[in-house]
């Protein structure tokens, strides 16, 4: 059986599924209450001088009958006195003493950060986390992505916390930068023991189209809020490989952004994260996702044979490159099956207006199922991924792996288009309907 | 002569005493949906390309494009898209046999993935449209030029509605005093409400703005005469007569009665229409499921639905008669009515075994039997209107008596005259009557602007 367990720069939890800091995390009744779920750990909502915020709080991106597959927020952080959550903080270490309990904390004054560490300290913490991330209403403030947006600030701040810090420092980086590697470089240098991303990502959720004001509303009025859920998975995916692969960072990364279940944390640590936090799809389904995440994780681990989840970080990075190194005489075709086919035509008509006009109706109208023209066929993978049948379009390796050339290689042999019309073009032999055949198509 | 009993169980269904009752017996197979349900059901929509739905529709209405309309919460534009299409759209949703047209062919079907809820959603867009009142169409400026329009069925209705939107002035001659023809009289209440079908009418009334003469039969040859003087085109949207006779003994007794009959004075009159306890339905096409269901729902103890031919050749769609199964209707085959039996009053039916021999139905010799009932129900087809459509000069009728158009304007041979629905298609769809009626309004237009 797989063990689950992890030590985190540190820190040390039951399994890696750790409560991100948040709403969920508002209060010592939820986070034991999560803990008696299943949660490994948890990072408490972020403390500091408290705040004061506004109804409503939230919006959401709904994809069809999905319900906030992206999620915004404009709520600050822990609006409840420093008191009040520290010993609701020791309670809870009182009674899940091997749980991982973080505080996560958002000060401005190197006297305060000094205050507030030796404080969350003496209450029982397990580690700290800086929010350096939060890209709304407290960045205005000089706090928050204020300070994760400047690395040489965010260094600072890191060494000052260094100072009163007896506990593991986890600096949570903002996504709103152009290189993430930076501040992530800056944390190092701070002296920090692990990095924690993403933080959400500026945002207007979308638009009131009635009352022409942003979400979420407040009265007439709105602002921008920070972007999470599942539709910021592929951006903090790969902020979390940059940092991974990157030779000036190398701190452990506790994997944030879209995690709602056991696939997409195996995704997270397949490319680099040795921790993970959740908090939208909590905020969604409730502690209870817990049950699945780690019953998935575990046949996972089982089914490919990993003992622990040290073995499985970072075991994607290898294969990620740049695009320079990438295999050109690698040919894959679509391939539909006629058994599986429903005959939605959708693959035919994404490729046809989307992309290659590699797929072709039969002219028997009572045939629905098209086919691929593999002469034009370029391998983009576009109609598998509009097929609605599972397995019904399936890419078929040609090249027989023989030859392998990139174009960093083809540049070094000077073997690449360098002019306007050079007949080294990829797409010259692809065949492209004259424009008028356009206007000839039946309606 | 060997006698059939059916045992007589605890029937399923209460004679209805109120009308909460009835509305219990008849509840409807395709409820409104509500705007939950609508939203859910309109995001599985694959928007193929090229879509079997389209295709299979009669009126081809753009599915693909209204079920994404209701799911963007464009309701209204929904609705648009289908009444452009069939100006018949509400009711259409509720009384389509989907299940065999735009529902049958979803894609999803092979990969035994229900189908989409498409009639449900088309009534759910056009009902939102209907309450709202809205008025998705503007008729053009008015032309001096009228036509008249004979019958206010859905064949006369989509035709007057298309030619009012070219600003055509247009009078509707109805016999009876309701519109919608079949809808209101012949389809059975499970399917769709009265109310619901007149609120559709009186909607597009409000749209569009023609006029229809209730009580108003157009029977005889002056009848005819004065129209042609006071119109410049006639539309044909008579339908179909009353049930043919069996030519069988004991077809005048009480409680022997016609399908369309039997369905009318349900619809009209509900609670007041009588069944018996033990009825026989004749015939194997659909109006004979109907009619079969709607006995079964008003309370008769059994029923039973004679064929005179196999299953397989029964006319009726397949989902029909799982409607009538599932309401406790017994189905015998091969079994073709001699007489029917009583004195005074209908006691039973005698019938003869048939088979198929040489493609030919023949009844087998000395296998004669009958059944004890109090009721007969005989829905064995609708007569043809060919004594009146002979007043018409120059009308040609097919060798079935269906009138004979041409297929892309809907013109009969007397150029004045045009015809759609069940008089000209032999008895099909509502849906086929709109898309006709739809198509000779644009024939009477260039007809029209030639003259």
Redesign the interface.
């Known amino acids: 059986m797989a063990d689950l367990s992890i030590n985190f720069a540190g820190i040390k939890a039951p399994n890696p599924f750790w409560l991100a800091s948040g709403p969920p995390t508002n209060s010592g009744y939820q986070v034991m209450k999560a803990f008696d779920a299943g949660w490994g750990g948890a990072i408490w909502k972020t403390m500091g001088i408290p705040i004061i915020n506004v109804s409503s709080r939230y919006g959401a991106v709904n994809y ?2 999905t319900r906030m597959a992206g999620f915004s927020n404009i709520e600050l952080i822990s609006d409840r006195p420093l008191k009040d959550n520290l010993n609701e903080f020791e309670e809870v270490k009182k009674h899940f003493p091997n749980h991982a309990l973080i505080a996560s904390l958002m000060v401005q004054s190197r006297k305060e950060w000094h205050q507030i560490v030796t404080d969350v300290q003496n209450a029982g913490a397990d580690g700290l986390e800086l929010n350096f991330g939060c890209p709304h209403g407290m960045c205005e403030r000089g706090m928050g992505s204020a300070v994760g947006q400047e690395p040489e600030v965010l260094q600072t701040v890191t060494s000052w916390v260094m100072e009163a810090a007896k506990i593991p420092v986890i600096v949570k980086l903002t996504p709103n930068i152009s290189d993430i590697t930076e501040p992530a470089q800056a944390a190092r240098r701070g002296g920090a023991n692990a990095i924690s991303l993403i933080n959400t990502i500026q945002s207007l959720i979308g638009v009131d189209i009635d009352h022409f004001v942003t979400f979420p509303v407040v009265g007439t009025q709105s602002t921008h809020g920070g972007y999470c859920g599942p539709a910021v998975k592929p951006i903090a995916l790969n902020m979390v490989k940059n940092c991974a692969k990157h030779p000036g960072v190398q701190l452990p990364i506790s994997g944030i952004g879209g995690i709602e279940n056991w696939r997409d944390a195996v995704e997270f640590i397949l490319v680099g994260a040795s921790s993970l936090q959740v908090c939208t799809s909590v905020m969604h389904y409730g502690f209870g996702i817990i049950r699945e995440l780690k019953s998935g994780l575990e046949c996972y681990m089982d089914e490919k044979g990993f003992k622990t989840i040290d073995e499985m970080v970072g075991k994607a990075l290898p294969n990620i490159t740049a695009w320079e190194h990438l295999n050109l005489e690698y040919k894959i075709v679509a391939s539909i099956s006629d058994e ?7 693959c ?2 994404a490729c046809e207006d989307g992309a290659h006009q590699a797929i072709e ?1 039969s002219a028997d109208i009572q045939n ?1 199922t098209p086919k691929i023209n593999e002469g034009n066929c370029v391998g983009c993978n576009l109609c598998s991924l509009v097929c ?2 599972e397995g019904c379009i399936t890419m078929i390796r040609k090249d027989d792996g023989s030859k392998t050339v990139t174009w960093h290689e083809r540049t070094e042999a000077q073997n690449i288009p360098t002019t306007f019309d050079d007949t080294l073009a990829g797409g010259l032999a692809h065949h492209v309907p004259h424009p008028t055949e356009a206007l000839k198509r039946r309606k | 002569m060997e006698k059939i009993n059916f045992l007589l169980s605890m029937a399923e269904f209460n004679i209805p005493k109120t009308e909460e009752g009835f509305c219990r017996n008849f509840g409807q197979i395709k409820p409104l949906m509500n705007t939950t349900e609508a ?2 059901e309109s ?2 929509c ?5 879509a ?1 739905c389209v295709k299979a529709c009669p009126a081809s209405i753009d599915i693909p494009l209204f079920i994404r309309q209701i ?1 963007t919460n464009n309701i209204f534009g929904a609705a648009k898209t289908i009444y452009e299409s069939n100006y018949l759209g509400n009711a259409c949703g509720k009384v389509c046999p989907t299940e065999v047209l735009c529902e049958g062919v979803c ?5 035994k993935i229900k189908s989409l809820e498409i009639g449900r959603l088309q009534t759910f867009a056009t009902t939102t449209a209907i309450v709202h009142n809205k008025k998705l169409f503007a008729v053009s400026e008015n032309k001096r030029a009228k036509v008249a329009v004979i019958g206010a069925g859905p064949a006369g209705i989509a035709c007057a509605c298309e030619l009012r939107l070219h600003g055509y002035l247009v009078d509707i001659y109805e016999e009876k005093a309701q519109p919608s023809g079949l809808l209101i009289h012949g389809v059975a209440p499970y399917k769709i409400e009265n109310l619901e079908i007149t609120t559709e009418i009186n909607y597009l009334q409000s749209i569009f703005g023609f006029t229809v003469h209730y009580n108003w039969p157009i029977k005889t040859k002056t009848d005819l005469q004065k129209l042609e003087k006071t119109y410049s085109a006639i539309f044909l949207g008579i339908g179909l007569g009353n049930t043919r006779s069996l030519n069988i003994r004991g077809e005048d007794l009480k409680n022997c009665i016609g399908a369309t009959e039997f369905i009318e004075h349900l619809k009209l009159n509900r609670l007041t229409t009588g069944v018996g306890k033990k009825v026989v339905v004749l015939g194997g096409g659909n109006t004979a499921m109907d009619a079969a269901s709607d006995a079964a729902r008003m309370g008769a103890e059994a029923v039973i639905l004679a064929y005179r031919g196999n299953k397989a050749e029964m006319k009726a769609y397949h989902f029909e008669y799982e409607l009538a199964k599932n309401v406790g209707v017994k189905a015998i085959f091969n079994a073709i009515p001699l007489a029917i039996t009583g004195n005074g009053q209908v006691s039973g039916v005698k019938f003869q075994k048939t088979q198929t021999q040489n493609g030919k139905l023949q009844p087998v010799a000395g296998s004669e039997f009958s059944i004890d009932c109090d009721m007969v129900i005989k829905a064995t087809g609708q007569k043809k209107q060919s004594d009146f459509l002979k007043l018409i000069d120059n009308l040609k009728l097919d060798d079935l008596g269906r009138i004979v158009t041409q297929a892309e304007n809907g013109q009969t041979t007397n150029p004045k005259y045009f015809a759609g629905g069940d008089a000209r298609n032999g008895g099909t769809e509502v849906v086929n009557a709109a898309a006709e009626g739809k198509l000779a309004a644009k024939g009477i237009v260039d007809f029209l602007k030639e003259m």
Request: hydrophobic letters at 30%; a positive charge; charged letters at 25%.
């Open positions: 069809r009958d599986k086919c429903i005959g939605c035509q959708l035919y008509i109706l629905r609605p049948v | 939203f859910y995001s599985r694959l928007f193929c390309y090229d079997p799911h894609v999803f079907k092979k990969q």
